[in-house]
């Protein structure tokens, strides 16, 4: 019973982040005179899916299997907007191309990028932002936004 009310809460919980980022996407598009079509809300829903860095490409094909209507540089367009308006961001992780992440509110991780797969693990380390605020305050630095990416090879790819 406690693991069926879990899910629901999850569920909940990512239905109501749902309709969240569909409102922040509507009012953005509408500010800026765009219309919220049905195209735009069904990129928005398979990024929102997702539960990985992007690229246009990627999302593209996902998007293509389910909607062959909708094409690339619409996805693109699509992707951008959701940047200017906050729900994403783009990221570039040394391969060439732009990645999108869902932004999640005020919460911060980091990046462990392999770069014989390109497999994006994120994590958490209180420790490490501890001590980048240590070595600001050393250096009477005022940080107002950070990103740590470590690029080596994850452990499949270690191994080969």
């Not at 809300?41 to 490409?57: G, N």
């Not at 991780?109 to 390109?118: E, K, V, W």
Request: net charge negative.
């Amino acid at each position: 019973m406690r693991i069926l009310k879990t899910i629901f809460n999850m569920v909940c919980c990512c239905q109501g982040l749902t309709m969240d980022l569909q409102k922040v996407l509507t009012e953005y598009l509408a500010q800026k005179g765009l219309k919220n079509t049905s195209q735009r809300k069904i990129i928005l829903q398979e990024f929102l899916d997702q539960a990985s860095h992007l690229s246009t490409e990627e999302l593209y094909l996902k998007v293509r299997s389910k909607h062959p209507g909708i094409g690339y540089a619409t996805v693109h367009r699509t992707l951008k907007l959701f940047a200017e308006c906050g729900i994403a961001v783009e990221r570039n992780f040394g391969d060439g191309q732009g990645r999108f992440e869902l932004i999640h509110g005020d919460e911060h991780h980091d990046h462990l990028i392999c770069n014989r797969c390109g497999m994006i693990i994120e994590f958490e380390n209180p420790q490490i932002e501890k001590l980048q605020e240590q070595v600001a305050d050393l250096h009477n630095f005022v940080i107002e936004n950070h990103r740590l990416e470590l690029y080596g090879l994850c452990s499949e790819c270690v191994g080969k």
